[in-house]
């Protein structure tokens, strides 16, 4: 392996770039274990990466929650409706779950590369896109026992897609309920994240904060017009950005901006949510 070619795409990552210490440490752990994981805990679980060998369900990142503290304005939402996107923080007594995806041996150096070509950030309208620091992590194994260190995206803080003021989960509902961009829209990503949770069983500290949400976004997308709702169902199906650009083009002809606006403050949506929250704290 070309350990050289492998240091050069490390560094493309944000938060290992000026780091040589720590990109020595996962360099090293290559040449002694012949192989290289990433942990997973978002969108990576539904959309991953070329190039792995194996992949280990069950897994555990100690002193870290996950949550959407990332806004997203590019691919799954626009500057007039952010959309909100997974993310790690240090929380000392929280806990996440998730899968590793490990490449071995001659593989390696592509598999890194694969994942720097999805994770690099790039430029959009001349914004950085350091949504994410990518840090080298102890992650134990579903035995409980053994360990292996993976890389993995921490949320970066200092990004302008950082979220900063922590939202309500029917504030969060709201944002995911009508926000799109050209991967789709951010229930689509929602829907995607909870599917695999469910097929993977991940089941950790904020497992019930998701499924709560998730039915939260489900109540405030019913909330809307019907051209609304078959608009998002339409956007859903597609399959290009020519497509998805076009159909945004359409968007004012049905008045859907209006109709997210006078939702949000909609007496219904409130009152359904606070029954649906009565109910749980009763149960």
Excluded at 50 to 58: C, F, L, N, Q, Y
Excluded at 79 to 102: C, I, P, Q, R, W
Excluded at 131 to 146: A, E, G, M, W
Excluded at 210 to 232: D, G, I, T
């Amino acid at each position: 392996m070309d350990y050289l070619e492998l240091d050069q795409n490390l560094k493309l990552l944000n938060g290992l770039h000026d780091d040589i210490t720590k990109r020595n440490d996962i360099i090293s752990y290559i040449k002694q274990n012949n192989k290289i994981s990433i942990f997973a805990y978002g969108s990576l679980l539904w959309n991953p990466i070329g190039h792995i060998d194996k992949i280990i369900p069950d897994c555990t990142l100690h002193e870290y929650k996950k949550g959407f503290f990332c806004e997203d304005f590019v691919y799954r939402g626009t500057t007039d409706f952010k959309g909100l996107t997974m993310g790690l923080e240090k929380d000392s007594n929280a806990y996440v779950h998730g899968a590793l995806f490990s490449s071995n041996n001659n593989k390696i150096l592509s598999f890194i590369k694969s994942f720097v070509k999805r994770e690099t950030p790039i430029d959009f309208n001349k914004t950085i896109m350091d949504i994410y620091t990518y840090d080298f992590v102890k992650i134990i194994l579903p035995d409980r026992i053994n360990v292996e260190y993976a890389l993995t995206c921490v949320v970066n803080t200092n990004s302008l897609f950082y979220l900063n003021n922590k939202l309500t989960l029917e504030e969060q509902s709201i944002r995911i309920g009508q926000a799109y961009g050209i991967n789709g829209t951010n229930f689509q990503y929602l829907d995607k994240l909870i599917n695999m949770y469910q097929q993977l069983n991940i089941q950790d500290s904020f497992t019930k904060i998701l499924e709560n949400l998730y039915s939260k976004v489900l109540l405030y997308r019913q909330s809307l017009s019907m051209n609304a709702q078959k608009w998002f169902q339409i956007y859903d199906q597609l399959q290009t950005l020519e497509q998805r650009n076009e159909a945004a083009k359409q968007l004012s002809s049905i008045e859907c901006i209006s109709t997210f606006q006078s939702f949000i403050y909609r007496s219904i949506y409130y009152e359904e949510i606070n029954k649906q929250s009565n109910q749980l704290t009763s149960n």
